[in-house]
């Protein structure tokens, strides 16, 4: 079974300014069967009226993961997909998350699909908030994934040129400098920890097996691969494609695309960890 996963920070809720419209046509155009998004601000106002327009709007179920920041995040699916169950939580990280569980055809355990939007205003508390995050994916006997606007630089991707990035996503990005002649560098913290944790970086991970070093491209204003995704090992042989998409003016941020071919699964890995 063929499993797409998309990735899209919204900005801003994007339906206030009529911006939702093109976003659901580009989504729609990649036909995904899971979606991840983040940024739904003012979606749960109005009686959820945003909510029932997205559902219309992209053909899938959708659940709203509640921010106490209001920056909600959603896992929406295919409507044939089966849902074992959906969890989300406002208070463990600045931005909250949802996390839904599928129960899929051939699989002996659920597949954890987690929409993240980790905190920009400290490197060190979007690490604690990727370990929290990782925990979630590995819950469920270990088929995990971890998607979203993770506000982070990857490890082993190019430097961007910071001198040009905001001074307030810099300084949250950059390791400390010793003097001032001395180059800023990523601070790499949150994909080390999740590498620690066993989590595969999928770009990378296809970049460094295809030797095509685009697939780190950027997919923010700052220059950085913020929008990434992570999975379990279990899900490592899975890992079929993926892409970034240009949704122009829609959105600050390049969605981003993934394909799992189910059938691939090294379910030799699943509970190894739990």
């Not at 959708?62 to 989300?88: I, M, N, Y």
């Not at 993926?242 to 969605?255: I, N, P, T």
């Amino acid at each position: 079974m063929l499993l797409r996963i998309m990735s899209q920070n919204v900005q801003l809720g994007a339906h206030r300014d009529g911006r939702w419209v093109r976003l659901a046509q580009i989504i729609r155009e990649h036909d995904p069967s899971i979606l991840l998004l983040q940024e739904c601000m003012g979606w749960l106002d109005n009686d959820m009226r945003q909510v029932i327009a997205a559902e219309k709007d992209l053909g899938m179920r959708v659940w709203v993961g509640f921010s106490r920041t209001k920056s909600h995040t959603v896992v929406a699916h295919a409507p044939e997909l089966p849902v074992a169950g959906f969890e989300s939580n406002p208070y463990t990280l600045m931005q909250g998350y949802s996390a839904a569980r599928f129960a899929l055809p051939g699989l002996p355990v659920p597949l954890v699909v987690i929409s993240a939007h980790l905190t920009a205003y400290s490197v060190e508390g979007a690490a604690e908030e990727a370990q929290l995050l990782a925990a979630r994916a590995y819950r469920y006997d270990g088929l995990g994934v971890l998607g979203g606007d993770l506000n982070c630089c990857p490890v082993g991707d190019p430097e961007p040129e910071w001198e040009g990035v905001p001074p307030y996503n810099r300084m949250n990005r950059c390791l400390p400098r010793s003097s001032p002649d001395e180059p800023w560098r990523a601070n790499t913290i949150v994909g080390g920890k999740l590498a620690a944790g066993g989590m595969i970086d999928v770009a990378a991970y296809l970049a460094d097996r295809r030797g095509d070093v685009s697939l780190r491209a950027a997919t923010g204003l700052g220059g950085v691969r913020v929008d990434q995704f992570h999975v379990t090992p279990a899900l490592k042989a899975a890992i079929v494609d993926y892409r970034r998409v240009d949704v122009g003016e829609a959105s600050d941020h390049w969605g981003v695309v993934m394909d799992l071919d189910t059938d691939r699964i090294d379910l030799s890995l699943v509970s190894t960890y739990i």
